[in-house]
């Protein structure tokens, strides 16, 4: 399973952005989570966004409102669309991918198999 990120860059405060995630060597079936997690320079790895199996969606606090995860199970590819960006969401940003996860655990990186190699996202103020 691979998993390439991409739609990273350099922004404005307030400005939107959006990131893909494109998915092979697995097809999105019922049981399939996606999720967006990122790690800031000296910091550790904070969930975003996640899609449990097919239904519920989940953020993180300081993105809410804000931010929206979806996915396109036809293109294999997951997206989040950020808008009203500020300078602290500056970050590399991750997809990942599951088939095993429990919703308890969707916010803890460690539980997730499959990660894509980040994308960086700069807001400068």
């Known amino acids: 399973v691979q998993l390439q990120a991409s739609g990273g860059g350099l922004v404005q405060a307030g400005d939107s952005l959006r990131l893909s995630c494109a998915v092979s060597?697995?097809?999105?079936?019922?049981?399939?989570?996606l999720g967006w997690f990122r790690q800031a320079p000296g910091k550790e790895r904070e969930f975003v966004a996640a899609?449990?199996?097919?239904?519920?969606?989940y953020y993180g606090d300081s993105v809410k409102g804000r931010f929206t995860i979806s996915r396109d199970s036809a293109e294999n590819k997951v997206y989040l669309q950020m808008n009203s960006l500020k300078p602290e969401d500056t970050a590399v940003y991750y997809c990942?991918?599951?088939?095993?996860?429990?919703?308890?655990?969707?916010?803890?990186?460690?539980?997730?198999?499959?990660w894509g190699q980040g994308t960086l996202v700069t807001v400068s103020s």
């Open positions: 060597g697995r097809t999105f079936s019922r049981d399939t989570s």
């Open positions: 899609i449990f199996r097919t239904t519920s969606k």
């Open positions: 990942a991918l599951d088939s095993r996860l429990i919703m308890s655990t969707i916010k803890v990186a460690t539980q997730w198999d499959y």
